[in-house]
Each structure stands twice: as structure tokens, then as C-alpha cells.
């Protein structure tokens, strides 16, 4: 299969750039975050989002992952990308979920009992 040249290359990794901004701005992640999950360095990231490099495919499948969004919207190839947070999902949820995936198992069942007993006290 013949390689894309570096000036068709170019158009093609602005148009994923901005797609992938615009995606993250979406499901409401920073540019660290979508780093940190896809497992490249946040300057890496930067530059996928500025266009100036184009990730390989297993970067371009778990960036599709991270920021819910299928690979031909990235690619330009769907003229409007479905990407939208979780049903119900706010962003204080989310920032939980992001701390809570980083604790322990003893630490989750504290945090666990903490939200049942915040929950009673509400009701």
C-alpha cells in the first residue's frame, strides 16, 4: 500500500487535529487527560491537535476510545462527529471517576461509604 506523502500527510493531520480538538472540547477533557488516557506525552497530544503530527494507529484507535468518537469523524471522512458526554454524566462526575480509578481497593470502599452517607444526609 503506497505511503501518503508528506504534503498529502499534512492536510489529513489538521483535519484530525481539529476534529480531536473539538471532540475533547466536547466530552469536556483537558489536553492532559486525553494524554494521559491515550498514553502519549502531552506534548505529543499538542501537537496531534495542531496538526503537526499524525499518530500512529494504535494512538489514532485508543485516541477514538478516549474521546468517544469514531475514526472516520477524526479523519474527516463523517461530516459531523457523534460524540457527546455520557447520558447524565457531569463533569464533577467525570473528575471523580477519573480520582477514583487511581485508588486502591481498601480506598474505594472508604470513598464508597463516604458517597452512601452523603447520600443519606441529603435525603
Not at 34 to 54: M, N
Amino acid at each position: 500500500m503506497p505511503r501518503l506523502s508528506a504534503r498529502d500527510e499534512r492536510p489529513l493531520a489538521m483535519t484530525l487535529g481539529a476534529a480531536a480538538h473539538a471532540a475533547r472540547t466536547r466530552v469536556a477533557l483537558t489536553q492532559a487527560e486525553v494524554a494521559r488516557r491515550v498514553g502519549v506525552k502531552l506534548e505529543v497530544y499538542g501537537r496531534i491537535e495542531r496538526g503537526r503530527v499524525f499518530p500512529s494507529v494504535p494512538t489514532l484507535r485508543r485516541l477514538c476510545v478516549t474521546l468517544r468518537v469514531p475514526s472516520d469523524a477524526l479523519l474527516g471522512l463523517e461530516s459531523e462527529p457523534e460524540t457527546s458526554p455520557l447520558p447524565g454524566e457531569r463533569p464533577t462526575m467525570r473528575k471523580l471517576a477519573l480520582v477514583a480509578r487511581e485508588l486502591s481497593d481498601s480506598q474505594l470502599k472508604l470513598l464508597l461509604l463516604l458517597a452512601r452517607t452523603l447520600r443519606q444526609d441529603g435525603e
